[in-house]
């Protein structure tokens, strides 16, 4: 199934702009998913039906996953993406 990536864009701190300091970034092996879990982020890909907070210092998450089409990539609110997901993310000084 492969890695899904995930990096942490928005924020008061502006997390995944080329201005920040800080990169919010994690991956998870989709193998490992719960049902519930893939059928969460499956969704998220299909239907993108959780679209992107725009209100001020929210932070959402952008989710690449690899294809036999190429890379997709959706930008969804943090809070549509399962906790044990959000686990796998690590802030890195740059």
């Known amino acids: 199934m492969g890695l899904l990536h995930m990096e942490r864009v928005g924020g008061v701190a502006g997390f995944g702009t080329t201005r920040s300091r ?9 193998a490992t998913l719960s049902r519930d879990e893939a059928q969460r982020i499956e969704a998220l ?9 725009s209100a001020a210092d929210t932070f959402n998450l952008r989710l690449t996953r690899d294809t036999p089409a190429g890379a997709e990539t959706v930008v ?7 906790s044990r997901l959000l686990a796998c993310i690590k802030d890195e000084l740059l």
């Open 76 to 82: 969804v609110p943090e809070s549509a993406v399962p």
């Open 45 to 53: 890909f299909q239907s993108q039906a959780a679209p992107p907070s």
């Open 22 to 30: 800080i990169r919010s970034h994690g991956q998870c092996d989709l």
